[in-house]
């Protein structure tokens, strides 16, 4: 599994887990997905799979290379190190976009979603009963996620925990938006805006020498749910990981079927018209820290065609599905 990469390799890489990890951040998109398409998915999957009892004792006796070897960490290194660069880069550039032209972003998801279907499932082939259940049951678990109702906000670490494993799902399944099931689960505010926000500011402030942020009790406590959010997330991504490369190598087609159908049903969370209904108690508007408007879900509309921003959207739904066919050419023109 190892391999020594090259400089270009690695910056390619680090793009990879950029673009990763922008998608995970933003509700409906998906990173396993991106992974999927980007043709990167199996070896994380693959290398999040020998994150094991094996990798641990090469660890602490001291056997780096063999550690390093192993685990594939050049890989894992590059991605995770882009992944993580993306909260305090790409996921700002989609918040502005999505804050000022939110139907054009919206559009541009929907047609890269369906881009990655037909990317996909071009190769598939074997649409045997099995296969077309599998898809069927991916459909029904995709469309059930996109029309479920979101719960309150609960900040209990061991739920903050349980929301670490169920919200890094979007990296390891794609179709399976993480950021979509936070916000069903209440706590997407809580964890990838506040508290990425106040960790933010406490590595800002520490990096100037200034470490009162640990007698702060708010910001303390935003720091303890972003450790216990990021455990759960490691956990996660570990144990989520070891299933589906079991999987992966006994049921590949059902497995990919039941993807195809995940990311179809995805599409009605992305589906660009739409009103965004946000929280609010007493017909009081409900704020985050930052000021802005909580989302609750999403109510959808067709749209009017008469209308010239339509006529655009659909511009960049075509845009879409084109960046994913150039990929796939590029892709095609490199073997």
């Not at 916000?183 to 505010?189: D, E, F, H, W």
Request: glycine content about 10%; charged content about 15%.
């Amino acid at each position: 599994m190892h391999k020594e990469r090259t400089f270009l390799q690695k910056m390619n890489l680090f793009f990879k887990g950029l673009t990763m990890g922008g998608a995970n951040k933003v509700p409906g998109v998906s990173g396993g997905m991106v992974a999927f398409v980007m043709g990167f998915y199996e070896e994380l999957i693959f290398t999040f799979q020998r994150v094991n009892k094996k990798a641990f004792k090469l660890l602490f006796r001291g056997k780096f290379k063999s550690f390093a070897s192993y685990t594939n960490f050049q890989f894992l290194f590059w991605v995770m190190l882009g992944s993580m660069c993306s909260y305090f880069s790409v996921s700002l550039v989609l918040d502005y976009f999505l804050k000022n032209y939110e139907l054009y972003v919206w559009s541009w998801f929907f047609g890269m979603i369906i881009g990655s279907i037909y990317y996909i499932s071009k190769d598939f082939g074997n649409w045997n009963f099995k296969n077309i259940l599998s898809l069927f049951i991916g459909v029904s678990i995709g469309l059930a996620i996109s029309f479920m109702t979101p719960a309150k906000e609960n900040d209990n670490l061991w739920f903050v925990f349980l929301c670490g494993i169920i919200g890094v799902s979007g990296m390891t399944l794609p179709g399976l938006s993480g950021s979509f099931i936070l916000i069903l689960l209440g706590n997407y505010v809580l964890l990838l805006v506040d508290s990425v926000n106040v960790f933010g500011s406490v590595i800002s402030e520490m990096l100037t020498g200034n470490f009162s942020a640990f007698k702060d009790a708010i910001k303390v406590r935003y720091l303890k749910i972003i450790t216990v959010f990021t455990l759960g997330s490691a956990f996660g991504l570990v144990s989520i990981s070891h299933a589906l490369g079991y999987v992966l190598k006994h049921y590949k087609s059902i497995v990919t079927a039941v993807i195809i159908g995940f990311i179809s049903g995805s599409l009605g969370i992305v589906w660009p018209w739409k009103n965004t209904i946000y929280k609010n108690v007493n017909n009081q508007l409900l704020l985050d820290s930052k000021g802005n408007k909580i989302v609750e879900n999403y109510e959808r509309y067709i749209p009017d065609i008469q209308q010239i921003d339509t006529w655009i959207a659909v511009g960049f739904i075509i845009f879409g599905i084109a960046l994913i066919l150039i990929i796939d050419f590029y892709g095609k023109q490199k073997k």
